[in-house]
Each structure stands twice: as structure tokens, then as C-alpha cells.
């Protein structure tokens, strides 16, 4: 879906960057094409060390690309990053602030520095259920509070863009759920949230789009019911008594089939009526039919098994 | 500029490195201070029973030996005046005086301050040596650097209002704390020295010499605001300036001593105190074939210490300039 530079919030062009380290050099991000519409959640996929951080740190101007081309909002950076940073609110890996200030201290330094006018700090405090708790010093904070002064922070500007780098790491359910409700309502408000992760089943849920990498590749993109259709055609489980008859009769069918734990797996088949139809006619009666959707995850496992990469993607 | 300038300076102030050091400075003047009153208090009525029993003796014995001494003393300095010509014994001036050679001579304020000041100039500028380094170092090692640049991201802009906020920082806390040393001094002096004294010329000396201690702490704020954004860590910073005063300036400036004009120390001496002295060991076989060492003084100009402490300080800032720019900052 070719999309002028405009209409993107972000758009990347062969960016690569390599680090220098002790076995030598390592490519980090490997010529990495991004496209993040404007509007809605874009998640940002990939196992760990195949370039998610660094890409966007890229992006944010706090590490030099060795090639290719960044744009945000249209705007080239890092060449014009100070026209267009006011727009961009970024947490980049854990969040990072001074342990020995409030948060609230931190907050208001932040606002300063971009001339925002002093209640914004109790604004963003009350948006992120900070409230009261800001008046403690950022060191006391439990890793959600962290996480949530971190989005308060990005809140500050109050951004058209807010890319989200693993926020939820290390978070419990309730802590995701709420980051979750956080990115979806920002998008919402017609912001655009960009939210890299390696945990997939959690941006499923909460993205309109996704970008897949691994070795700081582009793997897929799309919307994520795209995704997952391209990817991994759905399969059917079947329950049946006779396994090896009714494995012989869809075979002869056509089909593609597999016997997994007792059961049997047709891939390539959305419809299980099909299935239900073929096997009566021989008096073989189904006693369990389960579609299978892809997920996000066995797109995943499947792209990067491809690319020859272990996802440590958790599992659902 | 002026808005990131004035966050700056809010966040140092706020730090509690920052309020440590500055009360560290302020007992540091203090412990001056009572070195001072030390250097000026009166001696004790048992010191001066004792001074002044030595006193008379040594003053009967004059009175007795005084012609012959100076009559000695002339011959010898004849003597040595055919290889010297300069020689001078001060053969004219050996009686024992009283509050010269015993007893103790009343401290003037004007020199009793400038001892004084000058020692405090070099721990002035060392503490603010370590609150500029400590005030950046702290945002490379939190993190909170990467932070702060996707706020403000002209790297330059960063760097610069760092400084400043560093430098302008430091100048009411160094004002504050010359006054408190102007102030200890001259009542010391008042009350157990001589104030009376003091010249218009040596306020003038004496408060271009403040002015000059005031540059240097600014400057070393700034210095240290560049090693602590070079270095990225307190300890470090701290490490590197350590390593340099025991090695260079300990050991190194014994075995090379003409070299000492390219030390910090000297020409910190040289800065504060418009020019100074070092000496050197010099060493040769004289005419009688025997081999002496003497110790020559030598001249270490007010413009060669400007010079070598601005070309110095715009190295280390610039280089850091030039590595921040173009650094991965995590
Ligand atoms: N400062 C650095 N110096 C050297 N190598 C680095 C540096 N930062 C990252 N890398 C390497 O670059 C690769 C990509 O790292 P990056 O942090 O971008 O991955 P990521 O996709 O964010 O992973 P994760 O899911 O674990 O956060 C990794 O192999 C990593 O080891
Ligand atoms: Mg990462």
C-alpha cells in the first residue's frame, strides 16, 4: 500500500546502522523499510536483538543511522528533528528519569524545557493515575509507576506521535490492560501510537496495524488481519473416531492433512463444513470441529523461522 | 537558550550533590579560616615567657660579641665576593630584634589574605570542579540524557546551556563564600593583627586577585561539566583528576622540574597570583672542581598562565563538543 511520505507518521528507507563490538562488526539494523500510517496503534514486532530499539532510537536523532533515509510527519530527520520533535512523545526502553527527584520534579523540568505552561504537569500527573504519588521520589516508584510518569513525560508535549518502546516490560496484567487502554484511547484521540514489543498476543489485541522484523528486516507489514492471512493459510482440527480412514478420505480429497494429538489438522481450509459433509458420506461422523485462526504468533514463529531466527516470543 | 539555561539551573540547585558540595565549601572556608587564625593569634603567655628569655640571651650575647660577629661577617663576604660580587651577608643587620627574629611579628590583613585566598581559590575550584562534573555525569549514568535530548534534541543547545547553567551557578556561591573569607580574615586581623595598614593598592590587588579566583571557579565548573559529559561518570571524572594530581603533578613534576610550566598547579598559581615563582635544581662542577646543586628561581608569567589555562580549557571543552555531537547516547 504505497502511501505518500505525508500521509506517514513515520517512513524509513534502507536504514542501517552497525555496531561496532568485540567480535567485530554487527548489524543491528540491516536496511529496514517502516511505514507507520497516521492514526491508530502500529504495532512494531519483533524477537529480542533484531533491531527494534535501535530503529527507533534512530528515529529520535540519540544514534546516528549509517545509511538510509527517516522521515516523521514528512519531515526528514534527523536532519529536521527539532521542527517536528515537539510532535513526538517517545519512551525509549525502560524509563529513564532522576531517582533522587519527585516525579513530579521530573515533570516539571521536562515541561519547562519545552515551555509548556506549569499545570500541564498536574494534567498528565491526573491522566496517568499518578496523582498524589508524584510528590515521591521517582527511586520509589514501583516499575509500573515508572512506566506510567514515563507516558505522563511523553504527554508533556501533547504529541500527534507516541512511540511506545516495550512498555510493557516486566508489567502485570492489570498494569498491561491499563497500558493497553492507554494506547487505545491516545489512538482514539487520533493520535498515532507506534508500540514495539515482542510479545505478541499483546499487540494483537490493541493494534490496527503491524510491522514485522527480524534481523533488522523488514518481514511483513500490514493491516493485522492482512498479516495474518498472507501468511499462514487457517487450518481445521478434526475430532473423529476412525483417524486413518478419515485421514485417507480427505487425502484423497485433496486436502491437506496431518494428524496431530489424536486429532486431525487440514490446512488450507477455512470452511469446516466441508469437511463435516466429506467424512458423513462415508459415515464417519465428526464429534469435534475447532477452526484454527492464525495468530500473530505463528506468523511470527513461521517469518522468522524463515529468516533462520529463534523468536523468544511468549507464548499465549 | 535562555529557557533551557534557567531548567539547568533549577535542576543544580536541586541536587543534592550540588547542596553537599556547596556545604562542603562552606566548612572548607571555615577550617581556612581557623587555619588563619592560627597564623595570627598571639602567642601564649608561656610561648612568650619562653621567646622572650631567648630573646635576652641571645641579645646579651650581642652585646658582648656583636662587634666581633660583624667584623667576621664582613671578612667572610669579602672573601666569597671575589667569585661572587653579588654576595650579600647583611652583616649590617644581625642584632636580634624583637618581634623579627623572637617574639611574634604582628600579621598584616593584607598578607594574611592573600595566603589565605589563594589556598582557598584551589579548593574553591576543585568542589566546582566536582559539581559540574557530577551534574552531568548523573544524566549519562541514569539514563535520563536520552530522556532530555528527545525534549531538546540541537545537541549543541544541550551542551551549551549545560555549561552556562554550570558556570553562572557557580558565581553568587563563590561570591558568597569570598565575602565570608574577606570577612573571617579581617576580623582575625582586627583583633589580633594590624588592619591599619592595608593601601588602596592592596584592595586593588587583593580584589583583582578575588576576581581572578572567582574566573577560576566558573571555569572549572565548566571543565567539569565537559570531562563529566566526556567521562559520563562521577567516579571517573574524579578518578582521571586524581590519577593526574598523585602522577603528574606528585611524581612527575619532581623528575622533570623544567617542565613545571606546563602543570595545572603552577599555572593556576600564575593565574590567581598575576605570575609566580617556581624553582629548578641546577647543578654544575664550579671553579674549584667541586660539583654543586643550587636551587634557581624562575619566572612564571601572568600571560603565559592565562594562555596555557584558556588554551587548555577550550581543548577540553571543544573536544567534548565535538565526541557529544556525534555520540550514541542510550
Ligand atoms: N550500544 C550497543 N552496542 C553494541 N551492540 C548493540 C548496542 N545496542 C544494541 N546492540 C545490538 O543490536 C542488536 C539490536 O538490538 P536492539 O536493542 O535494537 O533490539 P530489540 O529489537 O530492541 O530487542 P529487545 O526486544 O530485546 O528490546 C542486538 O543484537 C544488540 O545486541
Ligand atoms: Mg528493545
Known amino acids: 500500500m504505497p502511501a505518500s511520505i505525508a500521509e506517514l507518521a513515520i517512513s524509513t528507507k534502507g536504514l542501517r546502522k552497525t555496531y561496532r563490538n568485540r567480535k567485530g562488526l554487527h548489524v543491528a539494523v540491516a536496511g529496514l523499510d517502516l511505514d507507520v500510517p497516521v492514526g491508530g496503534v502500529h504495532g512494531f514486532l519483533g524477537p529480542n536483538g533484531s533491531g527494534k530499539t535501535t530503529s527507533i532510537r534512530m528515529l529520535l536523532g540519540l544514534i546516528r543511522a549509517d545509511a538510509g533515509t527517516m522521515n516523521i510527519f514528512g519531515h526528514e530527520v534527523p536532519k529536521h528533528l527539532p521542527d517536528v520533535v515537539g510532535r513526538v512523545g517517545a519512551i525509549v526502553e525502560s524509563p529513564k528519569f532522576f531517582p533522587a527527584f519527585s516525579g513530579r520534579k521530573n515533570l516539571q523540568l521536562l515541561a519547562e524545557a519545552i515551555g509548556r505552561p506549569r499545570g500541564i504537569v498536574d494534567q498528565v500527573l491526573e491522566q496517568t493515575s499518578l496523582g498524589e504519588r508524584g510528590k515521591d521520589k521517582y527511586r520509589t516508584y514501583s516499575l509500573g509507576m515508572k512506566q506510567r510518569l514515563a507516558i505522563a513525560a511523553t504527554l508533556l508535549k501533547e504529541p500527534d506521535l507516541l512511540i511506545f518502546d516495550e512498555p510493557t516490560n516486566g508489567l502485570d496484567p492489570a498494569g498491561i490492560r491499563e497500558i493497553r487502554n492507554t494506547m487505545r484511547a491516545l489512538s482514539d484521540q487520533g493520535k498515532t501510537v507506534l508500540v514495539s514489543s515482542h510479545i505478541l498476543s499483546e499487540v494483537e489485541q490493541v493494534a490496527d496495524t503491524v510491522s514485522i522484523i527480524g534481523h533488522g528486516r523488514l518481514l511483513a507489514s500490514g493491516r493485522v488481519a492482512d498479516v495474518i492471512g498472507n501468511q499462514v493459510a487457517t487450518s481445521v482440527r478434526v475430532g473423529v473416531a476412525d483417524l486413518a480412514a478419515a485421514h485417507r478420505i480427505l487425502t484423497d480429497g485433496g486436502l491437506l492433512v496431518r494428524e496431530d494429538g489424536g486429532l486431525l489438522v487440514v490446512d488450507g481450509i477455512a470452511d469446516g463444513a466441508e469437511i463435516t459433509k466429506r467424512l458423513a458420506a462415508h459415515y464417519l461422523f465428526v464429534n469435534e470441529l475447532i477452526p484454527v485462526r492464525a495468530d500473530l504468533e505463528s506468523v511470527f514463529l513461521q517469518l522468522t523461522a524463515d529468516e533462520g531466527l529463534e523468536s523468544s516470543g511468549n507464548a499465549k | 537558550m535562555r529557557r533551557l539555561t534557567k531548567v539547568e539551573l533549577r535542576r543544580l540547585f536541586s541536587r543534592r550533590l550540588t547542596a553537599g558540595a556547596l556545604l562542603g565549601a562552606v566548612v572548607v572556608t571555615g577550617m581556612i579560616l581557623l587555619g588563619a587564625y592560627q597564623q595570627a593569634k598571639p602567642l601564649s603567655g608561656q610561648q612568650l615567657a619562653f621567646q622572650r628569655a631567648q630573646f635576652d640571651q641571645a641579645h646579651q650575647n650581642w652585646a658582648l660579641n656583636g662587634a666581633q660577629q660583624v667584623k667576621d661577617c664582613v671578612k667572610q663576604q669579602a672573601i666569597i665576593q671575589k667569585s661572587d660580587p653579588k654576595a650579600d651577608f647583611h652583616c649590617n643587620d644581625m642584632e636580634p630584634k624583637w618581634g623579627v627574629n623572637w617574639g611574634k611579628p604582628k600579621v598584616t590583613f593584607d598578607d594574611l589574605m592573600h595566603s ?215
Request: contains cysteine; charged residues 10%.
Open chain 2, 116 to 330: 589565605t585566598l589563594l589556598n582557598w581559590s584551589y579548593l574553591m575550584a576543585f568542589i566546582a570542579f566536582l559539581i559540574g562534573a557530577g551534574f552531568v555525569a548523573s544524566e549519562f549514568s541514569s539514563g535520563s540524557m536520552g530522556n532530555w535530548l528527545t525534549f531538546e534534541p540541537r545537541r549543541m543547545r544541550v551542551y551549551s546551556t549545560k555549561l552556562a547553567a554550570a558556570g553562572l551557578g557557580l558565581i553568587p556561591a563563590t561570591l558568597t563564600l569570598l565575602g565570608l573569607l574577606f570577612g573571617g580574615v579581617w576580623l582575625i586581623t582586627a583583633r589580633y593583627g594590624s588592619t591599619a595598614g592595608t593601601t588602596g593598592k592592596m584592595w586593588n590587588d587583593l580584589g583583582l586577585m578575588s576576581a581572578r579566583s572567582l574566573v577560576l571557579a566558573v571555569v572549572a565548573a565548566t571543565v567539569g561539566v565537559a570531562m563529566g559529559t566526556l567521562l559520563r561518570h562521577t567516579a571517573a571524572v574524579i578518578g582521571i583528576a586524581m590519577g593526574y594530581l598523585i602522577l603528574i603533578e606528585a611524581i612527575f613534576s619532581h623528575l622533570l622540574q623544567n617542565q613545571q610550566p606546563w602543570l595545572l598547579r603552577l599555572n593556576m598559581d600564575g593565574w590567581l597570583q598575576h605570575g609566580t615563582k617556581y624553582y629548578i635544581q641546577s647543578c654544575k662542577t664550579d671553579s674549584q672542581g667541586q660539583y654543586r646543586c643550587d636551587g634557581v628561581e624562575k619566572l612564571l608569567g601572568f600571560g603565559h598562565s592565562s594562555t596555557y589555562l584558556g588554551l587548555l580549557v577550550v581543548l577540553v571543552v571543544g573536544i567534548t563538543a565535538m565526541v557529544f555531537q556525534r555520540r550514541d547516547v542510550n
